[in-house]
């Protein structure tokens, strides 16, 4: 069974940098789509980023392309976020999903597999 465990939320001050990371156990992930997705209170989970395994294809969200970059480590097993210049507006539990490599990146029913999240918040 697939597993997903995001780790490396936390408080930082705008314009700062994190870098998330999703564990992941339990598949062949060389046929997963992973993604990054956010969601705020009282709001819809929004897509974030998201990467073919092995640095293929990548895409991003509008609102931080230029901003973040989304990679992985094949022999982890694991996905990164990376996060620079941060701002108030990002401020979200970020979520991994992964997906079959059927349907678009931003498709947030195609995603099967869901971490736990993690909470990001970016003080002013």
């Known amino acids: 069974q697939v597993q997903l465990v995001e780790s490396g939320g936390g408080l930082v001050q705008a314009g700062g940098s994190l870098r998330l990371s999703c564990a992941a156990s339990?598949?062949?992930?060389?046929?997963?789509?992973m993604g990054w997705f956010r969601q705020v209170p009282g709001k819809e989970r929004e897509f974030v980023a998201a990467?073919?395994?092995?640095?293929?294809?990548?895409r991003f969200a509008d609102s931080v392309r230029g901003r973040f970059t989304v990679s992985t480590d094949n022999a982890k097993n694991t996905v990164y976020l990376q996060m620079n210049s941060l701002k108030p507006e990002d401020t979200a539990v970020y979520y991994c999903?992964?997906?079959?490599?059927?349907?678009?990146?931003?498709?947030?029913?195609?995603?099967?597999?869901w971490g736990q999240g993690t909470q990001v918040t970016v003080s002013s």
């Open positions: 999903a992964a997906k079959e490599l059927l349907g678009s990146f931003t498709e947030i029913d195609a995603y099967k597999y």
């Open positions: 990467i073919r395994w092995g640095g293929g294809s990548r």
């Open positions: 339990g598949g062949t992930f060389r046929r997963y789509d």
